[in-house]
């Protein structure tokens, strides 16, 4: 059979964000391509709220590998200077992203 993967996140709400699939996707293709496992295309987060500590187990449909790569290249691009940054689809997401200075946002 195939590896399920599953990921922890504490919240303050039960929510799950594209960042956890391509997160789950990246590890999928780590461990894939560390022993030859195969590691289905769905995964779960599960949840804990932060204020209560109830817990929701949401399912997620993991990327594609050839999506992934092609982020790999565009963050190259841009971290390279060859391609602008695009604004985030979400206001917030540019004020705590890791590589805001490298953006110039």
């Known amino acids: 059979g195939s590896i399920h993967l599953l990921e922890f996140k504490p919240r ?3 929510r799950v964000y594209p960042a956890d699939s391509l997160e789950l996707s990246a590890q999928r293709l780590a461990v894939q391509d560390d022993d030859g496992r195969q590691v ?3 995964g779960y987060v599960l949840t804990e709220n932060e204020r209560d500590g109830s817990r929701l187990l949401h399912q997620v449909r993991l990327l594609p590998e050839d999506t ?3 982020l790999r290249y565009r963050r190259e691009m841009i971290l390279g200077g ?3 940054p695009r604004d985030a689809s979400a206001p917030g997401l540019c004020k705590g992203c890791a590589y805001r200075v490298e953006c110039k946002k």
């Open 12 to 14: 303050r709400r039960h």
């Open 40 to 42: 289905a295309d769905d």
């Open 68 to 70: 992934l790569l092609r």
């Open 82 to 84: 060859r391609v602008p």
